[in-house]
């Protein structure tokens, strides 16, 4: 854990060693300076993990930075486990994702661009999970903003693609007003930057007045634009236009998480800000579990409506992230960071897999593809893990993450929080299997012809699935919880403890939860079954099974009572049908029209305002000064008139004007 | 090493004019000879320059190599030159950034082609550049204040682009405006001194013991001579058309050095002796900056040409500078100082870029540039970097001025109005936002995207070996600086702590 | 011999110049005024000072005329160039000098 610190730098080298040798070193081929070296680092990850579990101490080190007047500053790093934790996930991912693109990436161009700003990304994130203070911290995320927006327009060609990233990039940096003025904020309140001693801090009611909510509201804003809450996360479905492994790594399992990670880690500040733990009616309501919960509802109604996979992905992103901000905001610390941590995994191996699909067919619409479960079976059987991960299908990981979740949520009393949160699950199973049955059963509607991907890319995917099936036993509920045990930082610890925010043992009620929380989702899965698997689909139409002899006494009330029947799935059917089409259908368009308009009006509206000061510059203010030039011009000329050249009349002018001198000086005198 | 003391700052400052009087007499026709001759001259300057370095002490915080010789004795001032944490960046910066421009231009000399009197006006400027950086007389100050407005104006007016006259004019009149006011409070300063003095220092020390009216508006003539220099809004217009028409190296000297001796004559001579007009005008330097800020990113937004643009992302810049010295709190200062180097570095650099742009193309137009990552991809390369610099991405230049900034408006100096200056905070976050804006739209349609079809098959040389020698400096010192804030703090803050602790309120 | 009469013919000689200075359109004219009124104030010295029993007037009075002698060279020099160019010295179409 000791050598952590080399790791963001090594990766740096990694991406400048790239831009400028890979070309004449290594004939383009640049992962191959940058591939060994996160491999290196998720080794490094690896190591730290078995040092974290068997009881290793929590590492410190800082080196002298700058003194700005009112405080010092110094760059170093705190690893505890909860460092390692997110290290893990960073470099596993980026590693994944960077083997997967040696070959999805073959023959693109800028192929050296790409991994070089990978590399430099993965650098952002580990310094951002690694630092010590605030201030480095935002070094990482800022870092990791711009590669963000290298890599989404890595296409630029496509104007569409460089206005995604500009996008992606502005509403982020929209929301980083908040967490600059945050930082600020903390820094006057504590007199550093420091985060244990921000949360100490924090923990102790040391913040002055109100300044507190102040500072956890600004830095929540930043939240909320870098993990695409409601409502700034209008960025993330257009951030697909980069490359589907850029999608994997930055837009599934790391720098959208950055935001959750801060409130993880000053978590101090959140509890004590919006009263977490004190949960009663109203003030249940607060800035964090409110929009986590908006956000896990939102992305998933959306995600509904979608043809494009990524697009389907993209918004499955943003609904997962909303459980994870929850999931803090109830105050179930462990959870939340486990559902992080598990996400991170089926999550890429998600994205990578529909980049599979998408590479052997050519085309993002679901509605072109279909049958592929015959021809691409090693991403189809990965597919499947990562699809029950994500609905919560035990055993695999994300059932036991979500549940989690879900049960702090009841357990902390924020039942209306469970509410919803199981309302999402049933909508993520509901959709996933949509997007599952229409892209890989029934028959190949496209034109290409679709093949298995190459060992590259299914072997990421198989490598990928197998945490995300078994990661889950880390994280099983009450006594059983390895993972909070070995990853909890000691001050979440004490909040924790404070606040009882933790059932300990496992009763009948965690049982019945996650009872509720399975059977929810197997009415998820089974209603897209029934509606989306190509050989049922035809067979539910009212009105299929018409045939003369139950028309006929004793059988006619059968009949009535099959039709009834009939109409309750009719009723069922129309309901169902009703939330998928119009319901989300009108969900997306607000979304569309209404939130993406205000902010693409903000756009042109500063455009607009920006051409209007410019204007008034110009015409106004510079016309001003330039009228003050062509008066001095024009009062000049307007005096010339004096000046006739003639002679006489200047000796009349000097003569007269003597004669009056004399008159006055005899007259004084 | 006594005589490198007392001589370094002079020979360092008066080296770069010596050296142009000799050039007056090398015919124009023996071109190697003066470009040859103007550099060596540029780097002797640069040599002493980082010998100073060297011999400075860190860890003092008063003035170091000074000399104090009458000179003037019938108006009472003395040649009192000295250079302290605050000016020492600024001098450095400016003996490097005249050495990069005689390289950059060994090839690219504007047309009238005439090197001789081009560099010759160059050094002279570098000379008053200098010599104001570290002059501790006030009528010293003003001498090498106005030496710098000269050559400026013929550089401009000359070399400079269709509109050159006007904006020549414009420049000249409307900063000797200013400077004319400045004087009118230089002279109520000596008369209202007891014992009536122009030296800076003893002004400092002793304080001037007058009406707080009084000292209002002696601080309103300075402040005027001052903000229009800067430019602070609204006495910015002067700006983007010295700007646009200048040619690239008048560009980069005025953006890099020019428009520091404004925010310096803050620092040096308007706050220490006037602390309590400063804390009167505080609020409204804050108020005025925050908006240059926004005003500037919002006029980018609009700008179709592309040196014009960088312009006024100059006014924006120099926003933070000034709220970070209308915070009046060392942490504010020390942001100003090194925002002033950072921005120094960054559009001195883009107005390099700007030129070579200009050179290639033929135009600065921005509908008719694109595609620049295609066709010229290094240089398109270096334009992405320093375009982040400039919207003040952390790693790069740009951030640590800035977030100082605001760091420091949180908290401003005891007696001011806090709840203002937090929301010039707020507003000045806003404004981050709008310069990411306006930088990302620039970098859409100039360097991504496709090649326009009326480039299309044109081959563009990429960077060449006097650009890179001239531009490696810099690109290394926006890195160096993002990364390292105190290469500049450590030095300011030195200097800042005791002078502005507790000073004002 | 009273003093006022001097007075007299010297302000009678000085208007007299005052008039042509003004009135005359030739230019020999306009300095031959001149010359009337630089010699009506030597009147007034010569008088003044004999008046005063100081001999400062016709000191000053030789002054005048010293001064009134350079001028008229000057001033007939200027006039000669003004024919040789416009074949006429009216000096109302001299004003080359209009603003």
């Not at chain 1, 009112?70 to 590693?95: E, K, Q, W």
């Not at chain 1, 024009?634 to 009056?660: E, H, K, M, N, P």
């Not at chain 2, 800035?402 to 408006?409: G, Q, V, Y």
């Not at chain 2, 810099?474 to 993002?482: E, N, P, S, Y």
């Amino acid at each position: 854990m000791e050598i952590f610190w080399l790791l963001p730098i090594l990766n740096i080298a990694a991406c400048v060693l790239t831009f400028f040798f890979a070309r004449s070193l290594a004939k383009g081929k640049a992962h191959l300076f940058t591939v060994p070296v996160v491999g290196f680092s998720w080794l490094v990850a690896l190591f730290a993990t078995g040092q974290v579990i068997s009881g290793h101490e929590v590492v410190s080190q800082s080196v002298e930075w700058f003194d700005f007047g009112a405080g010092s500053l110094r760059m170093g790093v705190h690893i505890d486990g909860f460092a390692v934790v997110m290290m893990v996930v960073v470099t596993s991912i980026s590693l994944a994702m960077q083997v997967y693109s040696i070959s999805y990436m073959r023959g693109e161009v800028r192929y050296i661009t790409y991994f070089a700003i990978v590399a430099f990304f993965t650098a952002g994130m580990m310094i951002l999970v690694t630092a010590d203070n605030l201030f480095l911290a935002i070094f990482g995320w800022e870092i990791m903003g711009l590669c963000s927006y290298m890599l989404i327009g890595h296409y630029h060609e496509d104007i569409a693609n460089s206005g995604a990233a500009i996008k992606a990039f502005l509403t982020t940096r929209t929301g980083d007003l908040g967490l600059l003025i945050g930082a600020i904020i903390c820094f006057w309140m504590v007199g550093t930057f420091d985060i244990e001693a921000i949360n100490l801090a924090a923990f102790e009611g040391e913040f002055t007045g109100h300044m507190i909510e102040v500072a956890a509201i600004a830095l929540f804003i930043g939240v909320i634009g870098k993990s695409a809450q409601f409502p700034l996360h209008t960025w993330l479905p257009d951030a697909m236009a980069g490359p589907t492994p850029v999608s994997s790594l930055i837009h599934a399992a790391t720098m959208v998480v950055a935001g959750v990670y801060l409130v993880a880690r000053l978590y101090p500040v959140f509890v004590e800000a919006f009263d977490v733990a004190q949960a009663t009616g109203l003030r249940s309501v607060h800035l964090v579990a409110l929009v986590g919960a908006v956000t896990a509802l939102v992305g998933a109604f959306l995600a509904l409506v979608q043809w494009d996979l990524k697009k389907i992905l993209a918004y499955s992103t943003i609904s997962q992230l909303g459980y994870m901000i929850f999931g803090l905001g109830v105050g179930a610390w462990g959870a939340a960071v486990f559902h992080l941590f598990t996400h991170a995994f089926f999550k890429a191996l998600l994205f990578l897999g529909s980049g599979s699909v998408i590479h052997a067919t050519h085309t993002q619409d679901i509605r072109e593809m279909g049958g592929l479960r015959k021809v691409m079976p090693r991403t189809y059987w990965t597919w499947i893990v990562g699809t029950l991960a994500l609905c919560g299908v035990a055993p695999a990981a994300g059932f036991f993450s979500k549940d989690e979740i879900l049960a702090g949520a009841w357990h902390n009393s924020y039942q209306w929080v469970w509410i919803l949160g199981v309302v999402g699950a049933f909508m993520t199973a509901f959709y996933m299997f949509r997007a599952t049955h229409l892209t890989f059963h029934g028959e190949y509607k496209g034109h290409g012809h679709p093949h298995e991907s190459d060992n590259y890319i299914t072997g990421v995917l198989i490598s990928l699935a197998i945490p995300s099936a078994l990661l889950g036993f880390i994280g099983l509920p009450g006594q059983l919880n390895r993972f909070d045990r070995w990853f909890e930082p000691e001050i979440i610890h004490e909040v924790v403890e404070k606040y009882g925010m933790v059932k300990e043992e496992i009763t009948s009620e965690t049982y019945l939860l996650a009872l509720v929380s399975l059977a929810v989702v197997g009415l998820g899965i089974g209603l897209a079954t029934m509606l989306f698997l190509p050989k049922w689909r035809d067979s539910w139409v009212p009105g299929g099974l018409h045939s003369g002899w139950t028309r006929r006494a004793p059988l006619s009330y059968g009949r009535t009572l099959l039709e009834n029947k009939l109409y309750l799935d009719a009723l069922y059917g129309t309901i169902t049908l009703w939330i998928r089409d119009d319901l989300s259908r009108a969900s997306y368009w607000v979304n569309q029209k209404i939130i993406d308009r205000v902010v693409d009006f903000a756009g042109t509206a500063s455009l607009a305002l920006g051409r209007g000061a410019y204007l008034f510059d110009q015409e106004g203010l510079d016309g001003f000064y330039d009228g003050l030039g062509v008066g001095a011009n024009r009062s000049g000329r307007a005096l010339r008139s004096i000046q006739t050249g003639q002679v006489q009349q200047y000796a009349g002018v000097l003569i007269v004007a003597a004669t009056l001198f004399g008159i006055f000086f005899i007259l004084v005198n | 090493m006594e005589w490198f003391e007392d001589s370094a700052l002079s020979i360092a400052t008066f080296v770069p004019f010596i050296g142009a009087l000799i050039m007056l007499v090398i015919p124009k026709e023996k071109e190697d000879w003066l470009k040859g001759f103007a550099l060596a001259v540029s780097l002797t300057s640069l040599a002493v320059g980082i010998g100073i370095l060297f011999q400075y002490d860190y860890g003092l915080s008063g003035l170091q190599f000074e000399v104090n010789v009458p000179w003037i004795s019938a108006i009472n001032t003395r040649y009192h030159v000295g250079i302290d944490g605050i000016s020492l960046p600024l001098y450095a910066l400016t003996l490097g950034i005249v050495v990069l421009c005689i390289l950059y231009s060994w090839h690219h000399f504007p047309e009238p082609h005439n090197p001789k009197m081009f560099l010759i006006l160059l050094l002279i400027l570098e000379t008053g550049m200098l010599g104001t950086f570290v002059a501790l007389d006030l009528i010293l100050f003003f001498v090498f204040f106005e030496i710098v407005l000269l050559p400026m104006y013929f550089l401009i007016g000359i070399w400079g682009g269709a509109n050159r006259k006007y904006a020549s004019i414009k420049f000249f009149l409307f900063t000797l405006f200013g400077s004319a006011f400045m004087l009118v409070s230089f002279i109520a300063m000596y008369f209202l001194s007891q014992p009536h003095t122009f030296d800076i220092v003893t002004l400092t020390e002793q304080g001037l013991d007058i009406a707080r009216s009084t000292g209002i508006w002696v601080f309103t003539g300075l402040f005027l001579g001052f903000a229009i220099k800067v430019p602070m809004w609204p006495f910015h217009t002067w700006l983007p058309d010295a700007h646009t028409e200048a040619p690239t190296v008048g560009s980069v000297v005025l953006a890099a050095v020019l428009l520091k001796l404004g925010t310096y004559g803050f620092v040096r001579i308007g706050l220490p002796i006037l602390p309590e007009a400063a804390a009167t005008w505080a609020p409204w330097i804050g108020l005025l900056a925050v908006i240059g800020i926004i005003y500037g990113s919002l006029c980018c937004l609009a700008q179709t040409d592309f040196k014009r643009l960088i312009a006024f992302s100059s006014v924006g810049h120099m926003g933070f500078v000034m709220l970070g010295i209308a915070t009046l709190t060392p942490t504010g200062i020390n942001a100003a100082i090194f925002g002033m180097v950072a921005h120094g570095v960054v559009t001195g650099m883009l107005f390099f870029l700007a030129g070579s742009m200009h050179e290639r193309y033929h135009t600065r137009d921005i509908p008719r540039l694109g595609g620049m990552i295609n066709s010229i991809p290094r240089l398109a390369g270096v334009l992405v970097l320093i375009s982040f610099a400039s919207l003040g991405l952390p790693a790069l230049a740009g951030f640590p001025g800035e977030f100082t900034s605001m760091l420091a408006a949180f908290e401003p100096a005891p007696g001011l109005d806090a709840a203002a200056f937090r929301v010039f905070l707020i507003v000045a976050a806003v404004g981050t936002v709008l310069t990411a804006g306006y930088m990302l739209y620039m970098l859409q349609r100039v360097a991504q995207g496709p090649i326009p079809s009326e480039w299309e098959g044109r081959r563009f040389h990429d960077i060449n070996s006097f650009e890179y020698a001239s531009w490696t400096p810099l690109i290394i010192l926006t890195v160096a600086l993002g990364v390292f804030p105190g290469i500049i703090f450590n030095v300011t803050n030195e200097t800042v702590a005791p002078l502005f602790t507790g000073i004002f309120g | 011999m009273k003093l006022n009469f001097f007075l007299v013919l010297s302000a009678f000689l000085f208007s007299v110049g005052i008039y042509g200075v003004l009135a005359r359109r030739n230019a020999v004219m306009l300095l031959l005024s001149v010359e009337l009124m630089l010699n009506g104030v030597n009147i007034a010295l010569v008088a003044m000072g004999v008046m005063v029993g100081n001999i400062t007037g016709q000191i000053f009075a030789l002054f005048v005329i010293a001064v009134a002698a350079a001028e008229v060279g000057v001033g007939l020099g200027l006039i000669l160039l003004v024919y040789r160019n416009k074949q006429a010295v009216n000096v109302d179409e001299v004003d080359l000098m209009k603003g």
